[in-house]
């Protein structure tokens, strides 16, 4: 089990459908990120919260909408997706790179299964 | 130009013995952090082994050893006595320390298969 946890596993929408990825941890970390894992292929950086606040947006289109409620919770929020979005979404959290904490690696959910019809 | 090179896509090991798999990086950052994860077929990326830049001895854990050599910009990964359950994507990232950004930039990974 991880420390990083993502619901849901799987899911399968269409593309009119609304949904949302969640991403949990209790590590006291206070940095998290989203990326998108297409098959043999690294991690893709999507997006970085830095102490709630959103400071890395890699040029991702709109239909996907992130949101950190607090410093344990991180959402993804899809609308409108088209079928290259299928992959596997990751997310992961670390402490903030200062201070002390520059070794510290990211801790990465199992991740979320996404397919679009 | 990448960051981080992986040349190995694949690689194949007899069970029990050893096995190398190759990392190589550009970065004009004096501080830097490297790190190796491992990802089965399940999709968890799993963090293995840390190599700081300024770190004077290679690091170590466990079964995972890193070979760091600062000038040829590498950081080999080193798997000894492999067991069946090693069979996994590989892949090395790095992190650049003195922009304060937390980001990796992950390698293409290497697929290690293990053979009983």
């Known amino acids: 089990d991880t420390e990083v946890t993502q619901t849901p596993k799987h899911l399968v929408m269409g593309m009119t459908n609304k949904k949302s990825l969640k991403c949990e941890q209790h590590m006291g970390h206070r940095a998290m990120y989203w990326y998108k894992q297409k098959a043999k292929k690294p991690p893709e950086l999507m997006f970085v919260y830095s102490y709630e606040k959103l400071s890395i947006n890699e040029s991702v289109p709109s239909r996907f909408s992130p949101e950190c409620p607090n410093s344990s919770l991180l959402n993804l929020h899809l609308h409108a997706l088209q079928p290259e979005d299928s992959a596997l979404y990751l997310c992961a959290s670390s402490h903030q790179g200062q201070g002390g904490f520059d070794n510290q690696p990211q801790h990465f959910g199992d991740g979320t299964r996404l397919s679009i019809l | 130009a990448q960051k981080i090179t992986q040349t190995q896509p694949g690689m194949f090991v007899q069970e029990k013995e050893a096995v190398t798999l190759d990392c190589t990086y550009d970065?004009?950052?004096?501080?830097?952090?490297l790190f190796w994860y491992k990802q089965p077929s399940s999709g968890e990326m799993i963090f293995l082994i840390y190599?700081?830049?300024?770190?004077?001895q290679n690091a170590t854990e466990g079964r995972y050893s890193l070979n760091f050599q600062k000038a040829r910009k590498s950081a080999n990964l080193v798997i000894s006595a492999s067991q069946l359950g090693d069979s996994a994507m590989y892949f090395c990232a790095m992190r650049e320390l003195q922009t304060g950004a937390n980001n990796l930039f992950f390698g293409t990974g290497t697929r290690l298969t293990v053979i009983p």
């Open positions: 970065t004009s950052d004096p501080s830097y952090g």
């Open positions: 190599q700081g830049s300024y770190d004077q």
